[in-house]
T-cell receptor, first 114, second 112 residues
Framework: KAGVTQTPRYLIKTRGQQVTLSCSPI?????VSWYQQTPGQGLQFLFE???????NKGNFPGRFSGRQFSNSRSEMNVSTLELGDSALYLC?????????????FGQGTRLTVV | GENVEQHPSTLSVQEGDSAVIKCTYS??????FPWYKQELGKRPQLIID?????GEKKDQRIAVTLNKTAKHFSLHITETQPEDSAVYFC???????????FGTGTKLQVIP
């Protein structure tokens, strides 16, 4: 069974631009959640999607948005990029819930904003 | 919302010694507590988890304890090995749709 796949692995963007990250969950998993990982803040929850609906949202500004498609693939979009958005963005998939069972992480997308 | 505090932020132990990492949480409704291990440059992976109706769980050299009254849970690694060196994250989940909050991580170094 293929694992969680995130694309691209690395991105360099300029302040003010927008970016879209993609996450393909494990086949059969309906829940996809997104996290921002930075050295100082650890792993911070962005949002979770289940069957194309956002069920949970963390404390991030509206510049961070996402969506999920009918095949459970998910995208995350960040608009008007700021230097502080530089981070590793991880997605995780699980069969049904955000974290009521094991969640499987992707390798992440390393975003650098210059 | 939920707040999870994790201590210590760094931990160095000699190979063969035990390591203990502690987390506290604030939401008494939290009911699932996973621990993730993240090796350098790799993705986080679940190493053990515990649910609120259980006080302790073991898996070979790893154990987790949960004290619901005090709202804290701990990871215990015995007979540490160099390959245990990694960053460990605790997490707590609560709510109908299991909103998750992670601790800030503990960097464990096992010295051969």
């Amino acid at each position: 069974k293929a694992g969680v796949t995130q694309t691209p692995r690395y991105l360099i963007k300029t302040r003010g631009q927008q970016v879209t990250l993609s996450c393909s969950p494990i086949s059969g998993h309906r829940s996809v959640s997104w996290y921002q990982q930075t050295p100082g803040q650890g792993l911070q929850f962005l949002f979770e999607y289940f069957s194309e609906t956002q069920r949970n949202k963390g404390n991030f500004p509206g510049r961070f948005s996402g969506r999920q498609f009918s095949n459970s693939r998910s995208e995350m979009n960040v608009s008007t990029l700021e230097l502080g958005d530089s981070a590793l963005y991880l997605c995780a998939s699980s069969p049904r819930g955000s974290f009521d069972t094991e969640a499987f992480f992707g390798q992440g997308t390393r975003l650098t904003v210059v | 919302g939920e707040n999870v505090e994790q201590h210590p932020s760094t931990l160095s132990v000699q190979e063969g010694d035990s390591a203990v990492i502690k987390c506290t949480y604030s939401d008494s409704a939290s009911n699932y507590f996973p621990w993730y291990k993240q090796e350098l440059g790799k993705r986080p992976q679940l190493i053990i988890d515990i649910r609120s109706n259980v006080g302790e769980k073991k898996d070979q050299r790893i154990a987790v304890t949960l004290n619901k009254t005090a709202k804290h849970f701990s990871l215990h690694i015995t007979e540490t090995q160099p390959e245990d060196s990694a960053v460990y994250f605790c997490a707590a989940t609560s709510g109908g749709y299991q909103k998750v909050t992670f601790g800030t991580g503990t960097k464990l170094q096992v010295i051969p």
